[in-house]
């Protein structure tokens, strides 16, 4: 069923009737192209908008004050927007005085007008319109082509460049890890381990996918982009459990269905002792050659700490290298919540369907299991309920999963009671 398209509205100033117009038009030739919901969203939030404003638009940076109006707006009927109708008000904002020879300060003729009228804006305004990107979930952006399919590998992702400063003057880099792979003391040893010797802050959350990534935090809006590299962490140990049972299969498949380019595969500890060093040595090479990620191996847990650290502060050169000469032309980075939404999309995920995702990241538990598993307990809360009726027999606990289905073998029950059910309390959130 086609979308209905959008009716036309009252202007409220007859100055601003061309523009809505405009924004009508261009709204209704995208519906016959059949373009995404939050993006028809976001034209029919200008539209709106544009018809009740109750100041003149003369400008690109006048439309650009609008709510709802933002850099993807803004490209979109540039090249239409019309030029017969100058700001003849005084300069409200004082121009940067720009040095001469200085290359970061120049804005190149590629370089959107949407971008050269931000250059223009006075730090307070830069700090306000900062914030309104904050606030719209940074709709605006959403169209900066987030399909990385046919670009090179040079075209990473960049946090938006809202004025001249540089990358670090604008933004914090910080290492998110994942805290099922490493909670209490331990996981405060490692954010303590790896801020010390390089200087780089660490948090640990809940990721939807992956064991790391990196956000760039800005300094003034704390709006938090995901840098364009996430990693999975594998010890050995789990990497051959992960083969036999085909769950690291279903793992990668969401990593590259997360969004960002560059994949690592990180795989920790020596699989000679364990017999496996020829089909450790086989998965690493179809996951490296065949599927396209980077494979990193460590020696052990304070090998990966090096690790993480010394990837962090490549991240770090590669986004103050690249920043000012890409800022604008690149794709632009996801916020924080883009990322879970797109890894998680609350639309067409059930409760059910996100617990037997997170059922599918315990050792040993594949797709078949997961799903014997939420048929009889479709949610963990209904699965701690469970547990809790046999809580003091912990023999029980551990088989009752296995007594309840031929799908979940012992070791399966096994591992989903550790992550689940530890001392009454619910681990697995």
């Not at 979109?76 to 300069?91: G, H, N, Q, T, V």
């Not at 639309?347 to 059922?359: C, E, G, N, P, R």
């Amino acid at each position: 069923m086609a979308p209905a398209m959008p009716k036309q509205r009252a202007v409220h100033l007859p100055d601003n009737e061309e523009v809505a117009r405009l924004l009508l038009e261009k709204h209704r030739s995208m519906l016959e192209k059949d373009i995404p919901d939050n993006l028809s969203l976001t034209l029919s939030n200008a539209y709106r908008n544009v018809c009740a404003a109750k100041e003149p638009i003369r400008t690109l940076k006048d439309l650009l004050k609008i709510k709802g109006v933002g850099p993807w707006v803004i490209r979109l009927i540039k090249e239409s927007f019309p030029a017969s109708s100058p700001d003849l008000s005084p300069p409200k904002w004082k121009k940067i005085k720009r040095p001469e020879h200085s290359p970061e300060l120049v804005c190149s003729n590629s370089a959107s007008m949407a971008s050269q009228e931000l250059i223009q804006l006075t730090s307070q305004e830069q700090l306000s319109y900062s914030s309104e990107v904050q606030t719209t979930g940074s709709a605006e952006f959403t169209m900066l082509d987030k399909d990385t399919s046919g670009m090179g590998n040079s075209k990473l992702a960049m946090p938006p460049r809202l004025s001249n400063e540089k990358f670090l003057e604008a933004y914090e880099v910080v290492l998110i890890l994942d805290d099922r792979e490493i909670f209490g003391s331990r996981g405060k040893r490692v954010v303590g381990n790896i801020h010390s010797k390089f200087h780089v802050p660490v948090e640990i959350k809940r990721l939807p996918v992956g064991d790391g990534i990196w956000i760039a935090r800005h300094r003034r809006s704390h709006t938090e982009y995901v840098l364009d590299f996430v990693v999975e962490r594998k010890s050995v140990t789990d990497l051959v459990s992960s083969i036999r049972d085909s769950r690291y299969k279903d793992q990668k498949l969401r990593l590259k269905k997360c969004g960002l380019r560059k994949l690592i595969y990180l795989v920790e500890g020596d699989p000679n002792p364990l017999g496996a060093s020829e089909s450790i040595k086989t998965a690493c090479f179809t996951t490296e050659i065949l599927e396209g990620f980077d494979v990193q191996r460590t020696t052990g847990y304070s090998d990966t700490e090096s690790t993480y650290g010394h990837l962090t502060l490549s991240i770090i050169d590669y986004y103050s290298t690249n920043f000012s000469i890409g800022a604008n032309t690149c794709r632009v980075c996801l916020t924080y919540d883009e990322f879970v939404k797109k890894c998680c999309d609350p639309k067409k995920l059930t409760v059910s369907d996100i617990f037997a995702l997170q059922l599918m990241q315990v050792p040993q538990v594949t797709e078949e299991t997961a799903i014997a598993v939420i048929e009889l307990y479709p949610t963990l809360v209904s699965l701690a309920r469970a547990y809790s009726m046999l809580d003091g027999d912990t023999p029980a606990q551990e088989k009752m999963l296995n007594m309840k289905s031929k799908m979940v073998n012992a070791g399966a029950s096994r591992n989903i009671f550790k992550l689940v059910w530890v001392k009454g309390e619910i681990l697995l959130t």
